[in-house]
């Protein structure tokens, strides 16, 4: 009985110490995970794009000079297209998308993002030019935008509503039909 008692006193005494190390953010994971100040929940360091979840914020500038900023409830929903001019699939895609962002232009924001730190500024415009890219087409210089979009691939496509929401996310190459019924629905909602 004795035995019982102590190994119990014990036990909450040690889930009490364990409580009181986590309120004093002395807690440790060795998961690598950081532990939320005063609730012991884990939470994840990774951030990025999630069908469902908010899309992450960012300000890039165009190759004629303008200021865009997706994030947060916008006007018109957002085709976010993630490319660079070497690469095979995003030269295969380009017409498409700009027939795409003919027929939705008014209904749909279409930013066309160069990943130029995997590229250079030059040959991103004489791609816009050999395409006849009219929709913007802005500059990741240092490749931030990518990164936070936790991009693997070119290209790369991000459908955004208007309250700031990922509605699809698709990597790599997609048949242009596919990606005009997600525009529909996206618009649609």
Do not use: H
Not at 36 to 58: I, N, R
Not at 85 to 111: F, G, H, I, N, T
Not at 133 to 150: A, I, Q, T
């Amino acid at each position: 009985m004795k035995k019982s008692v102590l190994v119990l006193i014990l036990g909450i005494g040690l889930i009490c110490f364990g409580a009181w190390q986590n309120q004093m953010g002395k807690a440790k994971d060795t998961s690598g995970r950081k532990l939320a100040s005063g609730t012991g929940a884990v939470l994840p360091t990774e951030t990025g794009p999630q069908v469902g979840k908010l899309a992450p914020s960012f300000s890039l500038t165009s190759t004629n000079g303008a200021a865009y900023q997706v994030g947060g409830k916008q006007n018109k929903p957002i085709f976010i297209n993630f490319w660079a001019s070497w690469c095979d699939p995003c030269q295969a895609e380009a017409p498409d998308l700009v027939k795409l962002y003919a027929k939705y232009k008014d209904r749909m924001e279409m930013l066309s993002v160069n990943v130029t730190s995997y590229d250079s500024e030059d040959k991103a415009k004489a791609f816009v030019k050999e395409y006849s890219l009219v929709n913007p087409v802005l500059l990741d210089e240092k490749g931030d935008v990518f990164k936070l979009y936790n991009g693997i691939a070119f290209p790369t496509n991000v459908l955004v509503d208007k309250n700031g929401v990922i509605r699809e996310l698709f990597i790599g190459l997609r048949p242009p039909k596919d990606l005009e019924q997600a525009i529909e629905k996206l618009i649609g909602e």
